[in-house]
Each structure stands twice: as C-alpha cells, then as structure tokens.
C-alpha cells in the first residue's frame, strides 16, 4: 500500500476527483493548505489596492492505494491536474506501514 499526496490548484479539485473516480478510487481526502514558494512575488488587487501574497491557496489531496495503482493514480492526477500554466502542483509517494482494520491488536 503506498500514500499519493498531492498538491494541487484549488480549481483543479474536482476535475482531479472526477478523474480518479473514472479508474475507480474512491477514497480521497482534500484539505485546503497554503503554500509558500517560488510565486512569492505574486501581486494581486482587491479593490483597488495592491498587495503581495505570500501563500497561495492549494488543496492537498491524499490516497491511499495498493502498489500496481500507485502510477496510474500519479498519472491521473498529473493529467487532470494540468492547466498549461506554470504549474505549481507536487505529487509525492510514501510507503504505508500500517493499516488500521479497528480490530482489536493483542
């Protein structure tokens, strides 16, 4: 079982759920997060005056999957997650070491 995390545009949340639901994964979690990196020059205006944005807005989405998904799900989001613009979306991949089945451990 490996953890898919990504990163992604907050508009490119439900284009990337739609996708991974077309290859069957069904469990997804998102959480709104911001980010900080190389777009910290970004300037936006709201109304009428300019500011810098330190953080953008992103949503990390997080599945877990087994092994032989791991590069389909990292394609499909790659894929669905795209907008042709400097992209600012990570995905990353990590083993899971367990899995909680809420049966009692001895």
């Known amino acids: 079982m490996k953890l898919v ?6 508009d490119r ?5 739609a996708a991974l639901m077309e290859i069957g994964i069904s469990n997804l979690t998102a959480t709104e997060v911001k980010g900080f990196g190389p777009e910290v020059d ?4 709201h ?5 810098q944005v330190a953080f953008m807005p992103m949503v990390k989405i997080e599945s877990v999957v087994t092994d032989d998904l791991v590069a ?12 042709g613009q400097a992209d600012r ?5 990590s083993g899971v070491l367990s899995e909680e089945t809420g049966e009692a451990k001895p």
């Open 89 to 93: 979306s990570h995905i990353w991949v």
């Open 42 to 45: 970004h300037a936006e205006i």
């Open 72 to 83: 389909q799900v990292v394609a499909t989001i790659r894929e669905a997650s795209t907008t």
């Open 5 to 10: 995390t990504a990163r992604i545009r907050p």
């Open 13 to 17: 949340l439900e284009p990337v759920h």
């Open 47 to 51: 109304r009428g005056a300019q500011y």
